[in-house]
């Protein structure tokens, strides 16, 4: 008796066998751009003072208080550019009114910091006394 030939391995329909993978990819792309797309929308975009923006007399500790910040969220500091600026730092930096070292320097006056990661941020104006006066932030980003 004899026996039918396996199929070969490397059979023609290989290749056909790809498609339904490739064609597989898409949607979960796609579900991936509409997650993202959910998640953006849900984010806060904080301006930092509310109507008096990042200015010197404003208790920025107390503006944070009442506020959850996560991570998507975005803080944006306005102020009057060549007045002020904002420098993000760290916590050794923002107890002694330091800007060196610092992670992220911006002078624009329309700086927007994103909240990438979840944790706590310091912030502080760089010129003259301005963060001695008070003109700084502390804030915890969550999940
Ligand atoms: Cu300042």
Redesign the pocket.
Known sequence: MRMKPAPSINSPHEEERDTPLMAAKLPLFVAIALLQAIIFAGATEFIVGDETG???GKNYTKWAENKTFKVGDKLVFQ?MAV???VFWVGEPEFNSCKTSPYIEHQTSGNDEFLLTTPGRRWYI????N??TSG?KLAINAIE
Not at 125 to 128: A, D, I, T
């Open positions: 990042w200015i010197v102020y007045q002020h600026d104006c760089g010129k003259s301005h963060c003109m």
